[in-house]
Structure formats: C-alpha cells, structure tokens
C-alpha cells in the first residue's frame, strides 16, 4: 500500500479537527509512505517531517519524491510477461544509474542456486529499513518446473506462482530499492546469499 504526504503540510493535515483523524488512519494503512513537495521545504524541515511520519507510522518505509518524481520500479510490480531472460539484470550490487541516481541505489542478486524457502523468508523478515521495495523471479528448492514472484514493498511480502521456467532457464533475478547512501548493498546481498539452500536440488 502506497500512501503519499504533502511534506509541507502534513503535519499540519494531521492535526486537523475535521480531516485530521481520518488523515492518520490513512497513513496508517501505508507500506511505503511517499514524502511529495519536498523541493517546497529546507533540509531541517525534511528531517523534521521524516521524523514525525516515522513516528506517527514505524512500520512504514519512507521515499521522498521531488515534483512528483519516483522512479517506476518502486512502485511496479513485476508483469506476467516478465521471464529472467528480459528482466537484464547483473550479478552485482550498484548505483541506480538512471536519472534517479543521486536518490535512490539499487541491489542486484542473480543466483542458479535456489533459495531454502524457510531462509528467504527470515532473510526477508529481517531486511533493513532503508530497503523500500524488493522484486524479482526466484528460483525456489523444488520449483524445478515454476519460477516463483517475489513482491515486497515496506515490510509487507509475498510469494505468489510466477510463470514456467525454460528448459535450462532455472534463475534467481531479484532487484532491491533503496535510498542511496543508507542502502546497505552487502548487507542485503548477504541476506540474500545466506538465504540459498546447501545443495542443488536434481533435475
């Protein structure tokens, strides 16, 4: 669940005697809370809203956008369309590279090891804070003839059946969102690593 706050006067909307409490149950419903018009306010006063959502939603990841703007993989899923041939991404953690470079970095995790289920999901329990979204095709212990879709935004998750693997095509391709500079890359990639099961299931 996306929600999206006015940096510049939520607090404000939040103390509202008419609209102030349906403001808070609003955000309270929120994965992931969207910081807008944050160009509007100084840094002091960002910090300041960033602590108060927080507060007011610990749950909650928290971006801040700039005119409206976040990039799509944070807030898209991925499409049945979608196989590990096309999705093209490294076996390395980098930089988000795109225009959205100075605010965001991305994690790539590639493996042909499957991941031990009961692992993935403390790995994914325990992930950090500064991790806003997470999505990708999985490789699973005995998903030999499935690929397995992976979605997390904020601290909310899910496995659902993704499409058939290609013969020979068995691949983990995740990618992991974060605000740049606090995205702790081999941190995450750790997680993700120890998440692998000890042996190869046989063909």
Request: hydrophobic fraction near 40%; include cysteine.
């Amino acid at each position: 669940m996306f929600v999206v706050a006015d940096a510049e006067t939520i607090r404000a909307r939040v103390h509202d005697k008419y609209v102030g409490e349906l403001v808070v149950r609003q955000l309270a419903t929120a994965d992931l809370l969207v910081v807008s018009k944050t160009d509007l306010i100084d840094d002091t006063q960002q910090n300041e809203v960033r602590m108060f959502l927080h507060e007011l939603v610990p749950d909650a990841r928290i971006a801040k956008s700039v005119l409206g703007d976040l990039p799509t993989d944070v807030l898209l899923g991925i499409r049945e369309t979608q196989t590990t041939a096309n999705l093209q991404v490294v076996a390395a953690c980098s930089s988000n590279r795109r225009d959205h470079s100075h605010r965001f970095a991305t994690c790539h995790f590639v493996s042909e090891q499957p991941f031990s289920e009961e692992r993935l999901r403390t790995a994914l329990n325990s992930l950090p804070d500064t991790v806003l979204r997470v999505k990708g095709l999985l490789y699973l212990q005995g998903g030999n003839a499935r690929s397995t879709v992976l979605q997390l935004v904020g601290k909310r998750w899910s496995l659902e059946p993704g499409p058939p693997w290609k013969e020979g095509n068995r691949l983990t391709a995740l990618v992991a969102i974060g605000v740049a500079g606090l995205l702790d890359t081999e941190q995450v990639e750790g997680a993700f690593t120890a998440a692998l099961a000890d042996e190869y299931p046989s063909s």
